[in-house]
């Protein structure tokens, strides 16, 4: 299984790679317009959301402005140190932890340092030993990054399993629910063979995948 998405992992990012940043941008806008297009999240009030790396990535800036603009709650991922809040591994080499932080406005993210290994714009964030995720809110869509994604919902991140151990997390501190989650991505990180990512047992399916101007409602297989 491991070998398979390793596999995966590379011929993505062969791919990927290739795409010149104007592409990329262009691509950022169809994906922030494309969301407008999905009823269920005309009324949202909180958004999980992530800045994408500085290469290699669907921008998401643009869907980060839109949602500033329609006053919608953004809160950012800071990851965090799990030794620093006294916390256990949930995954394999698991090392750190996804903490959401509000971001007020747009000013304030062009602010945020670059940090950590993918090199990410970050929210601060007060250092405490408190319980991880015990002060983030109840979101009512969560946008997930992710290295390709099918139709049906199945995604493959890059390995480190932070947002797996955060929708884990997400679920103990909310009776067991979820957001709405939204895969977003650029058209070439869409297969159409499942099997090319694998599900693990803790792996949750998507309700939503966005690539370019494509909106797949994963429940039915269809685009809307």
């Known amino acids: 299984m491991q070998a398979?998405?390793?596999k995966t992992r590379n011929e993505i990012a062969t791919i990927v790679s290739s795409i010149e940043v104007s592409q990329l941008n262009e691509y950022g806008k169809?994906?922030?317009n494309a969301i407008n297009t999905i009823p269920q999240l005309n009324s949202i009030k909180s958004v999980g959301l992530y800045l994408n790396m500085p290469t290699g990535e669907l921008p998401t800036d643009y869907l980060l402005k839109n949602c500033f603009d329609k006053n919608i709650n953004v809160y950012l991922?800071?990851?965090e140190n799990l030794k620093t809040h006294n916390d256990n591994s949930r995954f394999n080499k698991q090392w750190g932890c996804l903490h959401f932080i509000k971001s007020n406005s747009w000013n304030d993210v062009l602010n945020y340092t670059?940090?950590?290994r993918y090199n990410l714009?970050?929210?601060p964030y007060e250092?405490?030993?408190?319980?991880l995720l015990s002060s983030n809110p109840s979101l009512d869509v969560l946008f997930l990054p992710g290295v390709a994604f099918t139709p049906s919902g199945r995604r493959l991140g890059h390995g480190a399993g932070f947002y797996d151990d955060f929708l884990a997390r997400y679920r103990l501190l909310n009776n067991n629910k979820l957001p709405i989650l939204v895969g977003?991505?650029?058209?070439?990180q869409i297969l159409?063979?499942?099997e090319k990512i694998p599900l693990e047992e803790h792996d949750v399916l998507l309700d939503y995948v966005v690539a370019g101007d494509k909106v797949y409602s994963c429940k039915d297989y269809t685009t809307v």
């Open 4 to 6: 398979i998405k390793r």
């Open 30 to 32: 169809l994906v922030a």
């Open 77 to 79: 991922p800071r990851v």
């Open 114 to 116: 670059p940090r950590g």
């Open 121 to 123: 714009r970050e929210p």
């Open 127 to 131: 250092i405490s030993n408190d319980l």
């Open 184 to 188: 977003v991505s650029l058209p070439h």
């Open 192 to 194: 159409f063979d499942s």
